[in-house]
């Protein structure tokens, strides 16, 4: 099984529903990430969570929420999905142990249709 | 925003030939990582890099960390088809706990 586990896999959605990604993991780190990956623009970092009291946001995190249910869960969330929030998207994580040196495990992604 | 120039963005290459891509940053990083994404997948990581001027290999994969710390270069020997997929580097600054990562290399290897 993954170590990090990203629900669903597929989903196609009309503009304006909202629309929830899940992203579990059982390596036991204690920082969990979102990035969206678009064609020739890379990974873009949507938000983050150290920990389950903490959500930071990161480049791109207007239209999208999250929300740090537990150590091992971190869902994104579209409030009113639009056409350009069409992309594939990662969760990541890794551990904050001092002296770690910051290897991100990525999920296996969740691709967004939105027509 | 992203702080790391990945060129070219594709490259297509002859099977049992070489392939070097390289990363670039204006900034000063204190860990370079190499990560390949294949078709479906999430990217994994193929070399840590760690200090300034060091050389790491991973089977026909060689990494080094640039002497200046603003850039990082891997090379794949003798490609096969399953080397095919997206490259992409990241880069740790010394205090941000956030990886900065670059656009990608897409590799297509031609049998």
């Known amino acids: 099984d993954a170590d990090v586990t990203q629900t669903p896999r597929n989903r196609i959605t009309k503009t304006g529903k909202r629309i929830m990604l899940e992203c579990s993991q059982t390596?036991?780190?204690?920082?969990m990430y979102w990035y969206r990956q678009d064609p020739g623009l890379g990974l873009r970092l949507i938000y983050y969570s150290f920990d389950v009291k903490d959500i930071n946001k990161g480049e791109i995190s207007d239209g999208y929420s999250v929300s740090r249910q537990a150590q091992a869960k971190f869902s994104l969330s579209l409030e009113s999905a639009i056409p350009n929030q069409t992309a594939l998207y990662f969760c990541?994580?890794?551990?904050?142990?001092?002296?770690?040196?910051?290897?991100?495990?990525f999920g296996e992604g969740s691709r967004l249709t939105v027509l | 925003g992203q702080q790391l120039n990945q060129s070219p963005q594709s490259m297509f290459i002859q099977e049992g030939e070489d392939v070097s891509m390289n990363c670039t940053s204006s900034s000063i990083f204190n860990t370079w990582l190499w990560y390949k994404q294949e078709p479906g997948e999430g990217p994994v990581l193929l070399i840590a890099l760690y200090k300034a001027g060091e050389l790491t290999s991973n089977g026909r994969l060689t990494a080094q960390f640039g002497i200046t710390r603003k850039d990082s270069f891997l090379n794949i020997s003798a490609s096969i088809p399953s080397d095919v997929g997206i490259y992409f580097c990241?880069?740790?600054?010394?205090?941000?706990?956030?990886?900065?990562f670059g656009k990608g290399n897409q590799v297509v290897v031609i049998p």
């Open positions: 390596k036991g780190h204690d920082r």
């Open positions: 990541a994580t890794n551990s904050g142990l001092a002296g770690y040196t910051g290897e991100l495990f």
């Open positions: 990241a880069g740790q600054r010394y205090g941000n706990n956030r990886l900065a």
